[in-house]
């Protein structure tokens, strides 16, 4: 190791020995002031952020292949810490009102987003394990944070049981591969696998379970719901976004860089996985009442759409348009859906109140602003334009129709159509149903709101800018 | 004058001038709202006319083009690509001219969030007036979608007593055609690499199969815009529960997305796949005709009996494009705008009698002529409009569009145009009923014998589309003037391949 080998995964370590320095830094602050930790937790991120964009556009390897940088990398630190900026902002006012202002959740949040920041750098499957523990151990915490709130104790045990289980595959996966191909190094794997064994595709099948339960897609999505549901829902804002981009990067970044030989035997896996996830998250949304258990379905459509980028990438020559097209809808999503949440957050009462959808009767004539920056974000949701979750969609659908899915694209959009339904309820009950609903104004969230809804409106109108940041996102080729 | 590159952009986008000066005005100033609301709609108007005074005229092609690259995606030109011709001249002028008129009819029908109400009229104006100039598929479609949700908001808001059903629905089942449009637009601008409706027309080259799905696709979108039986069904609800501005709008200009869609895309992108599905998109037509004059007579409420109507008119418009010769599509374009003033002007009537009496039901009325003398004169010469009267607007463009669906070769049949001369004797059958049930005979309704008249405002929203409706009854001329050269190209596109396949 050497100091070329620390510049290669500098984000990641900026965000994590910060994470480290506030442990110790936090015994200090007292205990009515713990609102300094966040503000302390943002800065370190704001310098991560920095040294992010300072490797946007480098190549390279480090900790002898360990570690990769590239453009998928910084774009994927980038969206993290961003989400991460989003997610302390809408965190601090509301664990402050929900009485769970402990410094430790800043921390805990600085340690899961290091994992996430690690799973785009990795280069080699154990990195991948490594940073899968790193992201999923502190949100099990995070997600139990609300104690002694049943339900939040339920979400997080349910969580970590499942968790670990996913987990489980993961590990079993790799050692499979290990197996088949005595290394675990992505480019290691691409050099050893020219005829798949058995072993290899074994191994190949329980990484992708694995991983599916962490992005929440059917049929590994039990325990989303209940998850979501019970969890803080500042929390779970973060989880839905953070978490999910996570298990993305590193899906995306093993199967097409490590396993394209195997492809005739993933994608029409993935292929499947994709469409029936996209179909019953938004079937399952539906029936919803109770708009966390509403946005967890959403949360598994949407991974769904962002799967469809993963079988269109098996086609080698569409593949890196198809990172693209999910790299980008991962941003559109994240700002869509961050702001969903800082609307529920907002519209969160104490003892759990206020989460229901009827809940909102009469938002449209009592908080204008708050209520068109909901329907905003239903909209993009369901993908209408003028709306960055309309080019997002586009932008994968495109990718399917490229490598010839046709099929899949066409699922996509009867989908977007089904979630319609839903999405335009909360829009029927906030502005056609009249009702008292109960609203506060706290500065940090409506900030979260204003931003992500101008986000969302802003590159739904002139996309360039995002598309070209997208673009940005290549993989370090590993065959010579 | 106005610079020709900038005029189009500003005819679309000067409605958002008054949206933002909405948004600064206070909630409870309704009367300033609604004046900043006219204004910006009459400032529109008055762009669009100078947008028809720099028209030319001797000219088929696309004028006053505005084009700048959007942005990229996949290496790929999405276009910020407006253009105006002959096919979308008039429809333009249209939506300019009925939006006022439909924002002056609310000054006492919207009482309630008139500032929403507004910012949502300027915004469905923007959409709509982006839907006929847009000539990049993907922006034309962002203005296509985009319709959908002010619209939306105005049924489910401002609507009757089943208006949050009919919303909904309205939103889904277009949505529903839209997104089988969306892929078809995809795969255009894979194949393509643009998805510039000029350049994708030039490049002529799309395989015959091929133009059979993709016709499909699009036609999904539009057919249930239109919409064609039997895709109709979202409209009696949309259009009886939507407010009296919202029913003209969704009359008067939204439908014709429907038509302007087949006409823009269809026909010149798939002309290969028209002339084949000719025979079957005249069959349709011509059943909506004769179902949506035969609903329209069962009717009892006079709203939903104009909604039906509507299902028969457009079917002309439809047949007219169909006939796939010069002299139906022509006479579809003006059918478009005749239905948009007649029906709008009856929807209006509808909301001006709906206000003073708050039921629609043709029982609840009888001898309105007596009471109500301008009023009824009004309705009669509007009636009389929609069925196709000789010297006022419908029957000219009815009777080009039977002229041209009879010596249409593509449709193949003449049985079509007869059966579609049947819906314009049946047409006046429903209508003259409808006249006959609310104006003629005794006052026998106690509550019939103290409405007013009309006042100055109601009459001064009529007179104009009136005065249209004359003009292009007795002078239709200068409308056929604007359109044709721009018809004889789509035909020239049409001609050059029907030769190839023969």
Known sequence: MDLNDLTTILPFLIVIVWACVLLLVDLFIPREKKGLTAFLAAAGLVAGLAAAVQQLGMQAEGFGGMIVVDGYTAVLHILFIGVGLFAVMQSYDYIKRKGIERGEYYILLLFTLSGMMLMANAGDLIVVFLALELLSLPLYILAGFARPDLQSEESAIKYFLLGAFASGFVVYGI???????????????????KTPSVLML????????????????????????????????????????????????????????????????????????????????????????????????????HAGYILVSLPAAANSVVAPEAIRAALFYLISYAFTNLGAWAVVLTMEQAEGKGLEIEDYAGLGRKKPALALAMAIFMLSLTGMPPTVGFIGKFY????????????????????????????????????????????????????????????????????????????????????? | MIEPKIILTLVTFAPLLGVLLILVLPRGRHNAIRAVALGASLVTFVISILMLLQFDRASGDIQMVARASWFQLANVDIEYFLGVDGLSVLLVLL??????????????????????????????????????????????????????????????????????????????????????????????????????????????????????????????????????????????????????????????????????????????????????????????AVIGILYGAAVSYAQKDVKKLVAYSSVSHLGFVMLGLFALNSQGIQGGILQMVNHGLSTGALFLLVGMIYERRHTREMDAFGGLWKVMPVYGALTLIVTLSSMGLPGLNGFVGEFTILLGSFGSAAIGSQLFAGFAAAGVILAAIYMLYMFQKLFLGPVDKEENKGLKDLDWREIAILVPIIVMIFWIGLYPKPFFELISPAVDKVMATLQAVTQAVR
């Open chain 2, 95 to 284: 939506t300019t001219f009925l939006t006022p008129i439909s924002i002056l009819s609310t000054w006492k029908a919207v009482k309630e969030r008139v500032k929403e109400f507004m910012i949502f009229f300027l915004l469905l104006e923007i959409g709509m007036i982006g839907v006929f100039l847009a000539l990049d598929l993907f922006l034309f479609y962002v203005f296509w979608e985009f319709t959908l949700v002010p619209m939306y908001f105005l049924i489910g808001i401002w609507g009757g007593s089943r208006r949050i059903y009919a919303a909904i629905k309205f939103f889904l089942y277009t949505m529903a055609g839209s997104i089988l449009m969306l892929l078809a637009i995809l795969w255009l601008g894979l194949n393509f690499d643009s998805f510039s409706v000029p350049d994708l027309i030039a490049s002529g080259s799309i395989p015959s199969n091929i133009q059979t799905w993709l016709f499909l696709a699009f036609a999904a979108a539009f057919a249930i815009k239109v919409p064609m039986w039997p895709l109709h069904s979202w409209l009696p609800d949309a259009h009886v529960e939507a407010p009296t501005a919202g029913s003209v709008i969704l009359a008067g200009v939204l439908l014709k997305m429907g038509t302007y869609g087949f006409l823009r895309f269809n026909i010149p992108l798939f002309p290969d796949a028209a002339v084949r599905f000719a025979p079957w998109m005249a069959l349709l």
């Open chain 1, 396 to 480: 994968i659908f495109r990718a399917a129709v490229d490598a010839e899915l046709v099929w899949l694209a066409l699922v996509g959009v009867i989908t977007s159509l089904i979630s319609a339904y839903y999405y335009l309820r909360v829009i029927v009950v906030m502005y056609m149903k009249s009702g008292e609903p109960q609203t506060r104004s706290e500065g940090w969230l409506n900030t979260t709101v204003v931003l992500t809804a101008l986000g969302t409106l802003v590159f739904g109108l002139l996309p360039g800018l995002l598309l070209e940041f997208a673009s940005q996102a290549q993989f370090l080729s590993f065959i010579p």
């Open chain 1, 175 to 193: 050692a499979l591969i290990f197996g088949a191909t005595m290394t675990t190094s992505l480019a290691g794997i691409v050099a050893a696998v």
């Open chain 1, 202 to 301: 074994l191994g190949c099948g329980l990484f992708l379970v694995g991983l599916g339960f962490k992005v929440a897609a059917v049929p590994f999505h039990m325990w989303t719901p209940d998850v979501y549901q019970g969890a803080p829902s500042s929390v779970t804002a973060f989880m839905s976004v953070g978490a999910k981009a996570g298990g993305f990067a590193a899906l995306l970044r093993v199967f097409v860089t490590a396993f394209p030989e195997m492809a005739s035997y993933w994608a029409p896996l993935a292929m499947w996985i994709a469409a029936l996830t996209m179909a019953w998250g938004n079937i399952a949304a539906i029936a919803q009442t109770n708009i966390k258990r509403m946005l967890a379905y959403s949360s598994i459509a």
